[in-house]
């Protein structure tokens, strides 16, 4: 089911939408292509090629974003990949795409209405993270640790099993590589990257007919005629001897026996040596991580009081800065002043339009808008006198356009002039300015029924309807 893009209308069988008619024969191909690579991505992870699958969902959302299922799907695989942060990604921009009906919201709420999930995904995340870095500095010991901690919290975490079948592979720990490429093999089953490491580790294990690669070669083959005799080194034919044959046994003997002790004594030494450094490590590492993590939270805590600090020193400029709340407050306080002295209502009306363009009205507090609307009501009556009397005069003078503006300002001083507000109907009249005469006239009839100058409204309004 496609809909058109420009109309939201769902596209029938043509090449034009049938509501708005626009052509949308090359949009119907991108949506097809963009679902048709859904549907592949959806049987690749089906069969459990997860890399495949992601390829082919970046392919369907390259040509349709908004393609909301191949979203929610990729996010499905990258949460499978033990990608989980990558998962929440693609979720959250999916839910912002479509917030109604969209099981994205489900799949968010399953990850952080769980605290302890929650917190391994952060952990898993810096501790990869801190094992990359570990690589880097040339720490490959520490590194294997880190990625031990990784996987023990996130068993489904692809690149740290690679990381560290590639550390194996680097120690010549062929076993060891092999078992973790097995692992990521059982979760994506043709990740190029896997198959690439375990075709190289297979070749070091595997150099001849299938044969693992021996340290020493433990045999020497010979032919004898048709027959191929294989004998073992260091297995020598017996001699025939007397005493001194005997004596050379007990002194071989003891050498062997020295020899075990040696290799059996020392190696367990060193082996607890080495656990007891190894456990150190560990500690001194989690110590770090704790360290580090400490570090983090209180640079995030003073990132946020600094975002603090900005927004109140962005609201004291507000009140106390050039045009703050003070300062216009102080301008209608010294236009009260001098009204008071002088009543100069035309001066005092000049200075409140003037402030009143300065500041936004409805956003000043309501002492400041109280005493604007009485200075306007103490002045704004007999300044709508005054201005009609000129417009008056000025009407019936013919200087109609000149009436229009004066009448606008009396209107605008009292709209309880009811005088003025015909007039001003009329001037528009005169000077052929029909619509803006017939709008004022439904104002006259609408705010001053049943008087007279709204029966002349009324009359003349008829009259331009008619002519």
């Known amino acids: 089911m496609i809909f058109c893009y420009n109309c939201g209308r769902r596209l029938s069988e043509h090449d034009f939408c049938t509501s708005c ?14 679902n048709m690579y859904y549907n592949e991505g959806l049987e690749k992870a089906g069969v459990r090629d997860l890399s ?75 501790k990869y993270n801190r094992a990359l870095a570990l690589c880097n500095q040339d720490s490959k010991d520490l590194a294997v640790i880190q990625l031990r901690k990784v996987l023990s919290m996130n068993p489904r975490f692809i690149r740290a099993h690679q990381l560290l079948a590639l550390l194996y592979m680097e120690q010549e720990e062929w076993d060891r590589a092999e078992r973790e490429l097995r692992k990521c093999m059982e979760i994506d089953k043709n990740n190029l ?92 590492s989690s110590e770090s991580d704790a360290k580090t993590a400490r570090i983090q939270e209180l640079e995030g805590q003073i990132e946020g009081l600094n975002g603090n600090v900005q927004d109140l020193r962005t609201e004291i400029e507000g009140y106390a800065g050039t045009g703050g709340t003070i300062q ?24 409140l339009e003037a402030l009143a363009g300065q500041v936004d009205m409805a956003a000043m507090p309501q002492g400041f808008q109280r005493l604007y609307q009485s200075m306007n009501a103490a002045i704004g009556p007999d300044l709508s006198e005054e201005y009609y009397e000129v417009g008056y005069q000025q009407y019936y003078t013919g200087r109609y356009e000149e009436a229009v503006e004066t009448l606008s ?4 001083y009292d709209a309880a002039n ?34 007279e100058n709204a029966r002349l409204a009324k009359y003349r309004k008829d009259n331009l309807n008619a002519g």
């Open 52 to 126: 495949g699958a992601v390829a082919c969902l970046r392919q369907s959302l390259q040509f349709n974003k908004n393609n909301i299922k191949a979203r929610n799907l990729l996010g499905l695989v990258y949460f499978e990949m033990g990608e989980a942060a990558t998962a929440l990604r693609e979720w959250v921009i999916s839910k912002n795409m479509s917030p109604e009906k969209n099981i994205a919201d489900e799949y968010i709420d399953k990850v952080r209405s769980n605290s302890t999930r929650l917190d391994s995904i952060n952990q898993t995340a810096k």
């Open 409 to 412: 300002k009396a209107v605008k």
């Open 328 to 351: 216009v407050t102080e301008s209608l306080l010294q236009i009260a002043a001098e009204y008071t002295e002088t009543e100069d209502k035309q001066a005092a009306a000049d200075q």
């Open 193 to 284: 990257q896997t198959l690439r490491y375990l075709k190289e580790v297979e070749q070091a294990l595997m150099p001849d007919e299938g044969v693992k690669r021996r340290r020493k070669e433990e045999t020497v083959r010979y032919q004898s005629e048709n027959e191929i005799i294989i004998q073992p080194l260091n297995v020598r034919e017996p001699k025939r001897g007397g005493g001194f044959s005997t004596v050379l046994n007990m002194i071989i003997g003891l050498i062997i026996g020295v020899a075990a002790m040696y290799f059996l004594v020392v190696p367990a030494a060193q082996s607890r040596v080495r656990n007891e450094e190894q456990q150190t490590i560990t500690k001194i």
């Open 21 to 34: 008619g626009a052509d949308v024969s090359l949009y119907k191909k991108v949506m097809h292509v963009s």
């Open 418 to 451: 009811a005088d003025a507000l015909y007039h001003l109907g009329e001037a528009y009249r005169s000077s052929g300015d029909t619509a803006n005469a017939i709008t004022t006239y439904d104002k006259v009839i609408e705010l001053f029924p049943d008087t």
